[in-house]
């Protein structure tokens, strides 16, 4: 089975105090797909994403890979940056993830990760926004 698996993740500063967990958990993943050859051949790709006020530095994207070192070397480098206020840019990022990375693989695999919901009132119900962890 040949897997497309990308990782969409939150990197404002209000992740900062879980970016460097989400990360480890990301590269835990990583590793045990990447041990499940020859059964499962897995590429891996990331967007992670700020705020519409963060500019240039709003995306963050790594096209799929199929060597588990170099997307642990990519994911070095995310830092939990920039945002303004609660909600992020979570459409635009989710955008990016489908659309500027180069899906292959018949088998394709979206993971979300996150603490803020999107902009726009749909999405920011404040007294409906909880926090759960893990």
């Known amino acids: 089975m040949e897997i497309d698996l990308c990782f969409v993740m939150d990197c404002t500063s209000s992740m900062g105090?879980?970016?460097?967990?989400?990360?480890?958990?990301?590269e835990r993943v990583v590793?045990?797909?990447?041990n499940m050859k020859p059964t499962i051949v897995v590429r891996v790709g990331f967007c992670g994403y700020r705020d519409h006020c963060d500019g240039p530095n709003r995306l963050q994207i790594f096209d799929f890979t199929n060597s588990c070192d170099e997307f642990k070397?990519?994911?070095?480098?995310?830092?939990?940056?920039?945002?303004?206020?609660?909600?992020?840019d979570v459409l635009g990022?989710?955008?990016?993830?489908?659309?500027?990375?180069t899906w292959r693989n018949p088998t394709?695999?979206?993971?979300?990760?996150?603490?803020?919901?999107?902009?726009?009132?749909?999405?920011?119900g404040f007294k409906r926004l909880t926090v759960d962890f893990i």
């Open 93 to 101: 990022g989710l955008n990016a993830a489908v659309t500027r990375i």
């Open 73 to 88: 070397d990519c994911l070095s480098d995310i830092s939990a940056t920039g945002g303004g206020d609660a909600p992020e």
């Open 31 to 34: 590793e045990y797909m990447a």
């Open 17 to 26: 105090g879980h970016i460097k967990s989400a990360k480890d958990a990301i």
């Open 108 to 124: 394709r695999v979206l993971l979300h990760i996150c603490d803020c919901p999107p902009h726009g009132r749909r999405f920011t």
